[in-house]
């Protein structure tokens, strides 16, 4: 079955700088690619997420990109603020409608 | 996206009990799921709820233990039968749309003695 990893576990950036999360999986199937936001005590909240036939989306601040040959992709997070602290968690999807695979979540900590 | 409300949203139980968790979304959704969230952990896929049918369970997560009922396209039921501290975590479900989005609700966050 499908394997995702998530790297770092944990970040600290000051307010202002950039955040970078990484997922890779395993399964060449996967064609879809959320990134998810938890706040402390509250359900995963969609923040964006990409197809494979692209390679990089944007909205606003953040961005996320796609490299289906290298089965990874990243999220980008720029001129953080505290209210951006949060866990972040990739997943990847084969098909409409089928399961989620998530990756282990990093803690995202802004600094002000 | 589809407002999804889950009840109760924390429980203390005592071990050997049982607690039905309910999920409520303001439109009809054909793809509904469970998953569990382990303290400081990922989500994890418990089943897809069926409207009409019997739930489709992941590996390692049997019926007898957390039966499903998804009576409409509008709710579904989450039982965890005879419960143990092991079963402390948070139970969240998700509704699933057409263009491989999937939304979730608020969380269960449940605490067995």
């Known amino acids: 079955g499908e394997n995702v990893e998530q790297h770092p576990s944990t970040l600290s950036v000051q307010e202002g700088d950039s955040a970078v999360i990484k997922c890779t999986y395993s399964?060449?199937?996967?064609?879809?690619f959320p990134w998810y936001k938890q706040e402390l005590g509250k359900g995963p909240q969609l923040i964006i997420d990409i197809r494979s036939n692209v390679g990089e989306k944007k909205d606003q601040r953040i961005a996320v990109t796609l490299n289906k040959t290298a089965k990874h992709f990243s999220l980008h997070i720029t001129e953080t603020q505290p209210e951006d602290s949060a866990v972040y968690f990739c997943?990847?999807?084969?098909?409409?409608?089928?399961?989620?695979?998530f990756g282990e979540g990093t803690q995202l900590t802004v600094n002000p | 996206s589809a407002v999804i409300s889950q009840k109760p949203s924390r429980d203390i139980c005592q071990r050997g009990t049982s607690l039905t968790i309910q999920c409520q979304v303001d439109?009809?959704?054909?793809?509904m799921f469970w998953y569990r969230q382990q303290p400081g952990q990922s989500l994890t896929l418990i089943a897809t709820?069926?409207?009409?049918?019997?739930?489709?369970?992941e590996s390692g997560f049997v019926i007898d233990k957390f039966p499903i009922s998804r009576p409409n396209l509008t709710f579904s039921t989450l039982t965890v039968s005879n419960m143990s501290p092991e079963d402390s975590s948070i139970y969240l479900c998700?509704?699933?749309?057409?263009?491989?989005?999937?939304?979730f609700g608020p969380g269960t966050r449940l605490t067995v003695l």
């Open positions: 399964d060449s199937a996967s064609n879809y």
């Open positions: 997943a990847t999807q084969k098909t409409s409608g089928s399961r989620l695979t």
């Open positions: 439109s009809q959704v054909t793809m």
């Open positions: 709820a069926n409207q009409g049918s019997e739930a489709t369970y």
């Open positions: 998700s509704v699933g749309t057409a263009y491989n989005e999937q939304f």
